[in-house]
């Protein structure tokens, strides 16, 4: 998986400026007293119930009501799997949010429902922001998409499996790859030797890593989209021929999700596999000892990586202006993000927050993720239709891994491209 991460901010929790309803009182929401009801919907970045991301944002909404007294604000969190779907609904029954924390932002500027990042945090927030992050949350120029987390992808592997099958140092190759998969499977029984994730939770995040390490892709210099690239095709029929059909990993990646790929290499269970800073703590508490390497390419070890940030952003249909920039500006403050962040082993998209974990020693497990960030490449957030490109890239895009990868990814490419005229 696959990547999101001060005026009040900088003054810390107990500086929040306290509001009374006013701006988008009027709209729905607003109670007889004049008692404002924030609707945040956000996605759960929790692998249990004891660490679900619904425990932090009710904490954060408690103590911004305790400072804000006329501006509640009711939470939702919703898993992975479910949030792009729900939103979508929500968005087509006219139940719209306030704030909303998920995976994408430009479909929504397309169809003129976001305010723009500067209506709705202050001037000292924004200024907070690490500027490659802000400018990824921009279309077209103006930035809409507010950076909440951030990650970037790197190999993992199982140093005592590795042991066992003799095997002395992470792949920089495919052939590596597959030449380390077929000794864990020969000498390490009950162990996938590397798990491929292709299921509908972050397919597209396993995907570009991989077309990433053929010179792949999901578009060119352009812009435009190149689903079914020849590389791209390419990157698909060697993971069937090489890892897939000789039984090195799952029997069916494309319906396995990251979660499952994860809890099993934190079980150790699993051999190798790409993944971000949250398999950190739970490979930890696992009591797995891990290594970390970059990518392995087709022909060497990549010298960038995907990078992933999440993001949050501000509906305009209810008219909450003023309240929804009195709690994100709490909600950026160092105190908040940096608690997710540690909780999740995630990194910051804050200047302040970066500064605390480099420097008070508690990171030093993130610094491989830290040296490889400023090299990432992303996915095409600021396209309005990426996210409903990555929507069909997440329902159909592992199954190009079991069959006829040029049909496969021809048809995700048609859609693509219609998506892309329809914007």
Not at 82 to 110: C, E, H, R, W, Y
Not at 230 to 259: H, I, M, Q
Not at 278 to 296: C, E, N, R, T
């Amino acid at each position: 998986m696959k990547k999101r991460m001060l005026g009040l901010a900088a003054a810390g929790v107990t500086g929040a400026l306290v509001l009374t309803a006013c701006g988008g009182g009027s709209g729905d929401g607003t109670s007889a007293d004049g008692t404002v009801t924030l609707k945040l919907v956000a996605a759960d970045y929790g692998d249990k119930a004891s660490n679900s991301s619904t425990r932090y944002w009710q904490d954060v909404a408690q103590r911004f009501t305790a400072a804000n007294p006329k501006i509640e604000v009711d939470v939702q969190v919703i898993n992975w799997n479910d949030i792009d779907a729900q939103v979508k609904t929500m968005i087509q029954s006219g139940n719209l949010p306030d704030v909303l924390q998920t995976g994408g932002f430009a479909d929504k500027v397309a169809d003129d429902l976001l305010y723009k990042a500067e209506d709705v945090l202050s001037e000292s927030t924004r200024a907070n922001l690490i500027d490659t992050f802000a400018t990824a949350g921009e279309v077209d120029g103006v930035q809409y998409g507010i950076p909440f987390v951030s990650s970037a992808r790197a190999l993992f592997w199982n140093k005592d499996v590795f042991a066992k099958a003799g095997i002395t140092e992470a792949p920089k190759t495919w052939d590596e790859v597959k030449a380390a998969a077929e000794r864990i499977k020969a000498e390490v029984p009950g162990v996938t030797p590397y798990a491929l994730p292709l299921g509908p939770e972050e397919a597209q995040g396993e995907t570009l890593i991989w077309e990433f390490g053929n010179g792949g892709g999901f578009t060119d210099a352009k812009g435009a989209y190149t689903l079914d690239s020849k590389a791209n095709v390419e990157t698909f029929d060697w993971l069937r021929s090489n890892l897939v059909e000789p039984g090195l990993t799952y029997a069916n990646p494309a319906a396995t999700d990251r979660k499952t790929a994860f809890a099993d290499f934190a079980a150790g269970k699993a051999g190798m596999l790409n993944g971000h800073p949250s398999l950190i703590q739970m490979s930890k508490d696992g009591k797995v000892d891990y290594g970390v390497a970059p990518i392995p390419g087709r022909t060497g070890a990549l010298e960038s990586t995907l990078g992933v940030a999440d993001w949050m952003m501000a509906f305009k249909d209810r008219g909450h202006q003023e309240e929804i920039r009195a709690f994100l500006d709490f909600a950026y403050a160092k105190e908040n993000t940096l608690k997710f962040d540690e909780t999740y082993n995630l990194m910051p998209v804050t200047k302040d927050t970066l500064a605390e974990m480099t420097g008070n020693g508690r990171h030093k497990d993130l610094e491989p993720f830290f040296q490889l960030l400023p090299k990432a490449a992303f996915y095409p957030l600021g396209d309005t239709s990426w996210d409903a490109v990555s929507a069909e890239i997440k329902k159909s895009g592992g199954t190009a891994v079991g069959g006829d990868a040029e049909k496969v990814l021809g048809e995700l490419q048609k859609k693509a491209e219609d998506a892309a005229a329809d914007r």
